[in-house]
């Protein structure tokens, strides 16, 4: 397969763009900012998403949903990423898709067609500390009457406070099982921080939480897979999301470099910015390629996709945090100001930078992955 | 099978059965890379045998039509026959100038007649070409060159000098940027074709901080060159000029990726040692290795990206700048690592373990990959002045 996008994928971000662009531009989220939004998103925009049937995108067309795959999602989250767009998709679309379609069974016949019909928002409660360790997992999960009691707290769960479910990873005596935790579940606390992208993570507290024996993902013991199938979509959205980000903010930078005038020139012909707004170009198209291989290796169920992912996930966080350091630089002092939006570019660039594994944790997932 | 699976069996077979077991091994030195012409001497039968069944399946070129020595491959098919070969590890069977760079600009501005005259030879390595450009007092300013191509009627009498023709000494015909118009700059410029055996033409190999020659001075002494020997149309040789670079940094750009090694860290962490953990035992060099195969990954996919739209006429005209940048400070990085984890061994020179300092010496030739063709910051200048459209550029 070519890596461009063909016919139908073009149709789709010829749709999908203007439609964020419209709906949720940057200006929407200042708005659920500044007005102290308590949810994280807006429920009426996840109705819209709805309509153009995007939060079943992934999903399989027997469960209700459009069985497309990982590119055609990426080009969602690019437009989500060049607006700075507050939204479930990431982590209830893609990464919980990901591993609820790995897994079949009863959690995926409860859940995708939900998903798929905008009904429920959905969790990941994977990491416990500060940095990402899912190879460290220290929530365990014990047999209890019927099924098991989980204890344990996790960190950086995206909309954990509002999610009608969360997919949490927990040891279990011979590895790693997931979970399908229920809103109401007894015992599970979720308390919300404000991030620096003004989103809301939570940190979630598991005191003995007791669910059944088919609240289990997949087979108990035998959660590692599917964690991977989640991490694996849910890194490669991110780093989708980034692309958007550093493009949406290269794009204001050079639009700028030929607006603004000091020394009686227009500060896009010093060649001073020339070289450095040329390197960035660069260094996004090479991010952009990177994801598309990331995505169609994933589509293709390629065993090379693994590798990819962390390649991509690393790319993509090295291009787009230097289209917004670079676009703050540029812009000079406006560029430090809350009224322009570069600025948040950056904000949200960190926090997706940072969500399921950073570039340093990647480039080192590429040294173990060849041998070193 | 759809046609695609059915003509990669196909490919696979006759690789198979075509390509001998000496050239699927890697590359070690410069003989090893079949440049062909009238005074190429074959390393040994099997470069010989596995050039001669390209050429006769047309796969020295295989997306040129079949009429000047292709084998008129899709460019889907085309890329099928490069992954196959990659499979087996096969070498090049032909690697040369006429293929890259001259090739391209004739299909693209070159007669009916020229085509027929010049691409056959080409494709089955029977004239080697080299490419005079750069002149002594113009480099990066390529387009204020000298050498000045005297109107006799039939004939054009050609005075002056070339630097940088690379293998200008083992090279048979010259593609050459000869002034014509002193009066317009960039409208003044023929591009000519002629015999490197022409009376007048003399070349100098310039030694190289590499200790190697690949490149010469070449002198034009009053060389007679027949009228009807250019491309394109006379005095606009630089149209031609421009179109020859754009293949010319893209076929540079492909050292980024590193040919068949596949990581520079895994290479490492076999003569070099690893720690209980199975890590590298040198932590900071490990970080720096492991940053850099991260970018070699993804200048690869950037590399198949710009292929497949290259091929498809879907890529912004200007992309092989940017390709070339990116390839080229990629390559030099990598070989500033080869040297720091070979340690005092790649600084050998001359030492038969080190196959003549072949490390040191290839670190060295890395540096000129930013300079010729191009360096880095004219890259620069027209990704910023074609490609984000910025101003005074």
């Known amino acids: 397969m070519p890596l461009y996008y063909n016919d139908d994928q073009a149709m789709l971000k010829d749709s999908v763009a203007p439609f964020v662009a419209e709906q949720a531009p940057v200006s929407h989220l200042r708005k659920l900012r500044d007005s102290a939004d308590a949810t994280g998103f807006s429920r009426d925009l996840w109705a819209q998403f709805t309509e153009m049937g995007l939060p079943g995108m992934?999903?399989?067309?027997?469960?209700?949903?459009?069985?497309?795959?990982?590119?055609?999602?990426?080009?969602?989250?690019?437009?989500?990423?060049?607006?700075?767009?507050?939204?479930?998709?990431?982590?209830?679309?893609?990464?919980?898709?990901?591993?609820?379609?790995?897994?079949?069974?009863?959690?995926?016949?409860?859940?995708?067609?939900?998903?798929?019909?905008?009904?429920?928002?959905?969790?990941?409660?994977?990491?416990?500390?500060?940095?990402?360790?899912?190879?460290?997992?220290?929530?365990?999960?014990?047999?209890?009457?019927?099924?098991?009691?989980?204890?344990?707290?996790?960190?950086?769960?995206?909309?954990?406070?509002?999610?009608?479910?969360?997919?949490?990873a927990a040891k279990t005596d011979g590895g790693i099982t997931l979970f399908a935790v229920p809103k109401d579940a007894k015992g599970v606390t979720a308390d919300p921080r404000r991030l620096v992208d003004s989103s809301l993570a939570s940190h979630v507290t598991l005191d003995g939480v007791e669910v059944d024996a088919d609240a289990v993902i997949g087979e108990v013991d035998a959660g590692g897979d599917i964690l991977d199938a989640l991490l694996a979509a849910t890194r490669t959205g991110a780093a989708a999301e980034m692309v958007g980000?550093?493009?949406?903010?290269?794009?204001?930078?050079?639009?700028?470099?030929?607006?603004?005038?000091?020394?009686?020139?227009?500060?896009?012909?010093?060649?001073?910015?020339?070289?450095?707004?040329?390197?960035?170009?660069?260094?996004?198209?090479?991010?952009?390629?990177?994801?598309?291989?990331?995505?169609?290796?994933?589509?293709?169920?390629?065993?090379?996709?693994?590798?990819?992912?962390?390649?991509?996930?690393?790319?993509?966080?090295?291009?787009?945090?230097?289209?917004?350091?670079?676009?703050?630089?540029?812009?000079?002092?406006?560029?430090?100001?809350?009224e322009y939006d570069i600025g948040l570019y950056m904000k949200r660039d960190r926090a997706l930078a940072e969500f399921m594994g950073d570039v340093h944790y990647h480039i080192d997932q590429v040294a173990r992955m060849n041998g070193y | 099978m759809s046609d695609l699976a059915a003509f990669r069996a196909e490919t696979r077979a006759w690789l198979e059965a075509n390509c001998p077991a000496e050239m699927r091994e890697p590359v070690r030195e410069e003989g090893d890379v079949c440049w062909g012409g009238r005074k190429w001497v074959f390393k040994n039968d099997a470069q010989k045998t596995w050039l001669e069944a390209c050429v006769a399946k047309g796969y020295t070129v295989p997306d040129w039509p079949k009429a000047y020595g292709g084998a008129g491959l899709t460019p889907e098919q085309t890329k099928i026959l490069k992954q196959e070969m990659k499979r087996i590890h096969a070498r090049s069977p032909l690697d040369s100038f006429g293929i890259w760079m001259l090739g391209p600009a004739?299909?693209?501005?070159?007669?009916?007649?020229?085509?027929?005259q010049y691409l056959n030879p080409i494709a089955r390595g029977e004239i080697r070409w080299c490419q005079g450009y750069s002149e002594p007092g113009s480099g990066s300013d390529l387009v204020s060159l000298q050498t000045f191509g005297e109107d006799k009627g039939d004939h054009w009498v050609v005075n002056g000098s070339k630097i940088w023709t690379s293998y200008a000494?083992?090279?048979?015909?010259?593609?050459?940027?000869?002034?014509?118009?002193?009066?317009?700059?960039?409208?003044?410029?023929?591009?000519?074709?002629?015999?490197?055996?022409?009376?007048?033409?003399?070349?100098?190999?310039?030694?190289?901080?590499?200790?190697?020659?690949?490149?010469?001075?070449?002198?034009?002494?009053?060389?007679?060159?027949?009228?009807?020997?250019?491309?394109?149309?006379?005095?606009?040789?630089?149209?031609?000029?421009?179109?020859?670079?754009?293949?010319?940094?893209?076929?540079?750009?492909?050292?980024?990726?590193?040919?068949?090694?596949?990581?520079?860290?895994?290479?490492?962490?076999?003569?070099?040692?690893?720690?209980?953990?199975?890590?590298?035992?040198?932590?900071?060099?490990?970080?720096?290795?492991?940053?850099?195969?991260?970018?070699?990954?993804?200048?690869?996919?950037?590399?198949?990206?710009?292929?497949?739209?290259?091929?498809?006429?879907?890529?912004?005209?200007?992309?092989?700048?940017?390709?070339?940048?990116?390839?080229?400070?990629?390559?030099?990085?990598?070989?500033?690592?080869?040297?720091?984890?070979?340690g005092s061994e790649a600084l050998e020179w001359d030492s038969e373990e080190t196959k003549g300092g072949a490390r040191a010496r290839g670190w060295l030739r890395t540096k000129a990959n930013s300079i010729e063709g191009g360096t880095s910051e004219v890259m620069l200048n027209v990704i910023a002045k074609r490609i984000l459209d910025l101003p005074g550029a």
């Open chain 1, 58 to 168: 992934l999903v399989p067309e027997a469960h209700g949903g459009l069985g497309m795959g990982h590119m055609e999602a990426g080009i969602v989250l690019e437009e989500i990423g060049r607006n700075l767009t507050p939204s479930p998709f990431l982590s209830t679309s893609v990464g919980a898709v990901a591993a609820l379609a790995k897994a079949g069974g009863t959690q995926a016949g409860r859940w995708l067609p939900a998903i798929a019909s905008g009904e429920a928002i959905i969790a990941l409660a994977i990491d416990e500390g500060a940095k990402h360790r899912p190879d460290r997992i220290a929530t365990t999960a014990t047999r209890a009457g019927n099924g098991f009691r989980l204890d344990g707290k996790k960190s950086f769960v995206l909309h954990g406070h509002v999610a009608d479910m969360s997919i949490v």
């Open chain 2, 106 to 116: 004739l299909l693209q501005f070159g007669t009916e007649e020229q085509k027929v």
């Open chain 2, 169 to 342: 000494d083992q090279a048979d015909w010259i593609f050459c940027l000869v002034r014509t118009d002193k009066a317009n700059k960039y409208q003044g410029i023929t591009f000519m074709l002629f015999d490197m055996e022409s009376p007048g033409v003399t070349t100098k190999p310039i030694l190289l901080i590499s200790g190697n020659s690949p490149f010469c001075e070449t002198f034009f002494d009053d060389v007679k060159v027949p009228k009807d020997q250019f491309v394109g149309e006379i005095n606009r040789g630089w149209d031609v000029a421009k179109y020859l670079l754009g293949h010319e940094r893209e076929m540079i750009s492909g050292g980024g990726a590193g040919g068949d090694m596949v990581s520079i860290g895994g290479a490492f962490a076999k003569s070099f040692g690893k720690n209980a953990a199975g890590e590298l035992d040198d932590p900071i060099l490990r970080a720096e290795m492991a940053a850099f195969d991260t970018d070699v990954f993804a200048y690869r996919a950037m590399g198949e990206r710009f292929m497949d739209m290259w091929k498809t006429g879907r890529a912004h005209p200007a992309s092989s700048n940017m390709m070339k940048y990116v390839g080229t400070e990629l390559n030099k990085r990598r070989h500033e690592l080869v040297m720091s984890g070979g």
């Open chain 1, 245 to 338: 980000v550093g493009q949406g903010a290269m794009d204001m930078t050079v639009t700028y470099l030929k607006e603004r005038k000091q020394f009686g020139k227009l500060i896009g012909e010093f060649q001073g910015l020339q070289h450095r707004a040329a390197h960035l170009y660069g260094e996004m198209e090479v991010a952009r390629a990177t994801v598309m291989k990331a995505q169609q290796l994933l589509d293709e169920g390629n065993e090379g996709a693994k590798l990819m992912v962390s390649v991509a996930k690393a790319k993509a966080g090295r291009a787009a945090n230097l289209a917004v350091r670079e676009g703050v630089q540029m812009h000079g002092g406006i560029g430090m100001t809350d």
